[in-house]
């Protein structure tokens, strides 16, 4: 894409020696479910330690995805892959403002390498972003390993803490489906705490129009 920032990528062989341990380690993720109302989520937020899985902002669902080998889901040709609407983009703008004006820390950002997902990430502003197949789409699963693989390496990266403030991640809403306890809008955030013993905790959903209310919420 360009103009896009710097991107890191991780890749296969330290992907699958981490998913190798934690699955040794820790077996499968467990998952659970104790949502917080609005000023404690907000609390919580600004404390660091969580993993806010988003689904990638608005699409223009009249265009559809043709991946017919590895590495074409990288491509802004919305003739090629489903592109980001105008609003989608605004909303990416939005989410990336509200976060900053509620002082919510951000020590990482991973995206999919979908151009979606990574132009969500990069219009939320929130840091450099660094692509990962750990939340690869689900429909092109099979280019890394397969959908077991990608939800197992899913699991793992919402068990495990980030490495200062919370961890933003941005990817697809069919991984949230199979890897955790939601299934998200789209521009829709998942909060998740990790539980300290291999699993994570389920404990807000952030909608695209729930941001304006938790701006309320921290005014008062």
Same mark, same amino acid.
């Given at each position: 894409?360009?103009?896009?920032? %710097?991107?890191?990528?991780?890749?296969?062989?330290? $992907?699958?020696?981490? $998913?190798?341990?934690?699955?040794? +380690? &820790?077996?499968?993720?467990?998952?659970?479910?104790?949502?917080?109302?609005?000023? &404690?989520?907000?609390?919580? $937020?600004?404390?660091?330690?969580? *993993?806010?899985?988003?689904?990638? +902002?608005?699409? *223009?669902?009249?265009?559809?995805?043709? +991946?017919?080998?590895?590495? #074409?889901?990288?491509? %802004? #040709?919305?003739?090629?892959?489903?592109?980001?609407?105008?609003?989608?983009?605004?909303?990416?703008?939005?989410?990336?403002?509200?976060?900053?004006?509620?002082?919510?820390?951000?020590?990482?950002?991973?995206?999919?390498?979908? %151009?979606?997902?990574?132009?969500?990430?990069?219009?939320?502003?929130?840091?450099?972003?660094?692509?990962?197949?750990? /939340?690869? *789409?689900?429909?092109?699963?099979?280019?890394?390993?397969?959908? &077991?693989?990608?939800?197992?390496?899913?699991?793992?990266? $919402?068990?495990?803490?980030?490495?200062?403030?919370?961890? /933003?991640? /941005?990817?697809?809403? *069919? +991984?949230?489906?199979?890897?955790?306890?939601?299934?998200?809008?789209?521009?829709?955030?998942?909060?998740?705490?990790?539980?300290?013993?291999?699993?994570?905790?389920?404990?807000?959903?952030?909608?695209?129009?729930?941001?304006?209310?938790?701006?309320?919420?921290?005014?008062?």
């Amino acid at each position: 894409m360009p103009g896009r920032k %710097c991107l890191r990528s991780i890749g296969m062989a330290h $992907l699958a020696r981490m $998913l190798a341990l934690y699955l040794l +380690v &820790a077996g499968p993720a467990a998952a659970t479910e104790q949502l917080l109302e609005d000023a &404690a989520l907000l609390a919580a $937020l600004r404390g660091g330690g969580h *993993n806010l899985y988003f689904r990638h +902002v608005g699409t *223009n669902w009249s265009q559809q995805d043709q +991946v017919q080998e590895a590495g #074409d889901w990288r491509s %802004c #040709d919305s003739t090629r892959m489903r592109q980001l609407s105008r609003q989608g983009r605004d909303d990416a703008k939005a989410i990336g403002s509200a976060l900053r004006r509620l002082e919510v820390p951000v020590g990482e950002v991973l995206a999919s390498p979908y %151009c979606r997902t990574v132009e969500t990430a990069r219009l939320m502003e929130l840091g450099e972003v660094a692509e990962t197949i750990q /939340v690869m *789409n689900l429909r092109a699963a099979d280019y890394v390993g397969g959908r &077991a693989s990608v939800v197992a390496s899913a699991q793992a990266l $919402l068990a495990s803490p980030p490495p200062a403030g919370n961890r /933003v991640i /941005v990817a697809h809403g *069919n +991984v949230a489906r199979e890897a955790t306890p939601a299934y998200p809008a789209e521009g829709e955030a998942l909060v998740f705490a990790p539980d300290g013993e291999g699993g994570f905790i389920l404990r807000g959903r952030i909608t695209v129009s729930d941001w304006s209310r938790l701006l309320s919420v921290a005014s008062q």
